[in-house]
């Protein structure tokens, strides 16, 4: 368990969040049976790709598993550099997660040292990355928060060189000179009779109280119950990345690739009680300031566990083992 997630271990004592099942219309969506995943992923390999948010749904889904072998010889888990692996290995099956939070080359990739402020990507470079995937039987991307927020800027060229020319096309643009490379290298390097592909749409965000007629200048802090609005849109979820993400996803179909758009940003954004708000570790040093306002520094970003997440695997679940 990731300590930004173990929202129980620093804290929280209201459990309510754990409770709520989402109901799709006209169907019911299967709880995962641990055993029958682990059949459906014998021998194969599962990489998550992306950010936090990917690792915040990927850790969920080891959750899930893992307690399902209880010989603790039969299970592990290896981590180098941007690569962490579970390994199930009476099953020979691999579920990773791989480090690329805004896909392509990126000032960002470090997974320990990335918090930059001047944000710089190669949209033409992905192998970098793209090689630690080559063989994934199930690929699950996402990339969304960090475009949000930062100017982007587009290097063409090396990070190594000294003649590097800096673009600023503006964030759209840039997503979308990303998704145009991404989807590339997966028309290229995909086995479309080995390969299913997943991208996750927006996670929401709920750092603004007042969308949801909550006090002004307040956030997800202290919040215990879901938003009951159905219609509710939370200004953060931006419905034009949306757009482009779903022209590359039909514009891959089209090529003949299995791949679906894994969508979960209206089921996530009626929940603003399930974040992990102050109840998680905080890698820097919280000040006297922030202390004395908890909503100061309320992650209203990442996801308790067990949580929202794991609706997001049943989701994938439901692929996998029926679709």
Same mark, same amino acid.
């Given at each position: ?37 682990? +059949?459906? %992923?014998? *021998?194969?390999? /599962? &990489? ?10 990927? &850790? ?10 209880? *010989? ?12 962490? !692996?579970? @390994? ?15 896909? /392509? ?11 930059? +402020?001047?944000?710089? /990507?190669? &949209? +033409? =470079?992905? @192998? ?14 996402? =990339?969304?928060?960090?475009? $949000? ?53 927006? =996670? ?14 307040? *956030?997800?802090?202290? @919040? !215990?119950?879901?938003?009951? *609005? ?14 482009? /993400? ?6 891959? $179909? ?10 979960? !940003?209206?089921?996530? +954004? ?34 308790? %566990? ?18």
């Amino acid at each position: 368990m990731d300590d930004g997630m173990a929202c129980g271990k620093y804290g929280r004592k209201n459990v309510d969040f754990m409770l709520w099942k989402w109901q799709p219309h006209d169907c019911d969506l299967p709880r995962i049976n641990a055993v029958s995943l682990l +059949e459906k %992923l014998r *021998n194969k390999r /599962v &990489v998550f790709v992306g950010d936090s948010l990917n690792r915040n749904q990927w &850790v969920s889904m080891v959750c899930l598993i893992e307690s399902s072998i209880p *010989n603790a010889t039969l299970k592990h888990v290896n981590s180098n550099d941007s690569l962490v !692996t579970f @390994e199930a290995i009476e099953y020979n099956a691999k579920i990773e997660f791989y480090w690329a939070p805004l896909l /392509v080359e990126s000032n960002c990739d470090n997974p320990s040292y990335h918090r930059v +402020e001047d944000r710089i /990507v190669r &949209v +033409e =470079s992905i @192998e970098k990355h793209g090689r630690h995937w080559k063989d994934a039987d199930v690929l699950v991307f996402n =990339s969304y928060i960090w475009w $949000r927020f930062m100017k982007m800027k587009v290097l063409r060229g090396t990070f190594e060189s000294a003649e590097a020319n800096y673009e600023e096309p503006g964030m759209l643009r840039a997503f979308e000179m990303t998704l145009k490379t991404w989807s590339d290298w997966l028309d290229i390097h995909v086995n479309r009779t080995k390969t299913r592909v997943f991208f996750v749409s927006m =996670s929401p965000t709920h750092s603004r109280a007042e969308e949801w007629g909550g006090q002004k200048g307040q *956030n997800c802090y202290n @919040e !215990t119950e879901p938003i009951k *609005n159905p219609e509710y849109w939370g200004v953060d979820s931006d419905v034009n990345m949306m757009k482009l /993400v779903d022209a590359a996803v039909y514009d891959l $179909r089209s090529k003949g690739l299995s791949i679906e758009l894994l969508n979960i !940003t209206q089921l996530s +954004e009626y929940r603003k009680d399930a974040h992990s708000s102050i109840y998680r570790k905080f890698w820097d040093a919280l000040k006297d300031e922030q202390l004395s306002s908890p909503s100061s520094y309320a992650d209203c970003l990442h996801w308790c %566990l067990p949580g929202v997440p794991d609706v997001w695997n049943q989701l994938l679940y439901m692929h996998l083992l029926y679709l």
